[in-house]
């Protein structure tokens, strides 16, 4: 979409877009809010994280299926904090990429395979809570280790099959003397990235919703289980707040712009908009330790 050199209100910054692919912003109030959320995002969460991976490697003494997938889910989230200081360089340099193409590729690979790969063991945790609560006799309940392995293995495998196409595009955008390195062009739509970013959070939303309101519902019949009950509530509410609390802002600000495109295509509140929101999706991996706490008294 055309894009123009300068905007007519003077206190708007203006935009280049030299090579109609990407749209930066000059005086750039983005890079002035990222770097604060994503080094508080890499900080508590690369601490509760690694606290959370010591507690599993070193102060578990019973394995169960569910702290199996709380593992994968820990490891997910540590290995999207490590990318964080990449994207926090970034910004802090107002968007512009210090590194090689590959680089750009392998730090973008990785936010959004471990993005998916902590919304699906949040999913999954959020299902096996239900299982073993609303149905505790099921056969799922009753599944080994190993089984639980191989279903983590095949999860992991989807998990990079969806996001793979990450690490065979280039990303970099020249304007300039400037590089951009992102996952998608925030001034247009993005066909596959557009689709897996939507599909990654309605899906998971429903399963967990569904999950949430069948696990109180259940326990409030069982009133005689009044302290179990109290505990599991809470459990299933947390992990129910943390996904909405730090994917719906991102999802409905990618939505509104899509809906309003091309006429938003420009606008610096909706680009500013569009990378917050974004960063909120950081600060799932920040919060699930709270997941964890919930989960088991070993924590």
Not at 201 to 210: A, D, E, N, Q, V
């Amino acid at each position: 979409p055309p894009c123009s050199g300068r905007s007519t209100l003077s206190t708007v910054p203006a935009f280049r877009m030299d090579n109609g692919s990407c749209c930066l912003i000059e005086g750039d109030p983005i890079s002035q809010v990222m770097p604060p959320l994503l080094i508080l995002a890499f900080v508590l969460g690369a601490l509760g994280n690694g606290i959370a991976l010591c507690g599993f490697c070193f102060h578990m003494k019973t394995w169960k299926p569910s702290t199996i997938y709380l593992f994968n889910l820990a490891v997910a989230d540590f290995l999207l904090m490590i990318c964080l200081p990449f994207r926090t360089d970034y910004y802090l340099r107002h968007r512009r990429w210090a590194f090689e193409d590959i680089p750009c590729r392998v730090v973008l690979f990785m936010l959004a395979m471990n993005r998916a790969g902590s919304i699906v063991f949040l999913t999954v945790v959020a299902l096996d809570r239900y299982f073993k609560v609303v149905h505790p006799h099921h056969t799922v309940n009753s599944i080994s280790n190993r089984m639980a392995v191989g279903l983590v293995c095949a999860l992991w495998t989807m998990v990079i099959m969806g996001t793979l196409y990450l690490l065979t595009e280039n990303h970099l955008c020249v304007q300039e003397k400037a590089i951009s390195c992102e996952s998608f062009s925030m001034e247009s739509g993005n066909g596959w990235h557009d689709v897996m970013f939507q599909l990654e959070f309605f899906l998971p939303l429903g399963i967990i919703l569904f999950c949430s309101f069948k696990v109180v519902w259940s326990l409030r019949q069982r009133r005689q289980l009044a302290r179990w009950m109290k505990k599991a509530t809470r459990f299933i509410v947390v992990v129910a707040v943390v996904f909405i609390t730090c994917y719906l802002p991102s999802v409905s600000a990618r939505l509104y712009f899509l809906w309003t495109m091309p006429s938003s295509a420009c606008d610096p509140s909706v680009l500013v908009a569009l990378h917050v929101t974004l960063s909120f999706t950081y600060l799932n991996s920040m919060l699930d330790p709270l997941v964890y706490y919930f989960s088991s008294s070993s924590f």
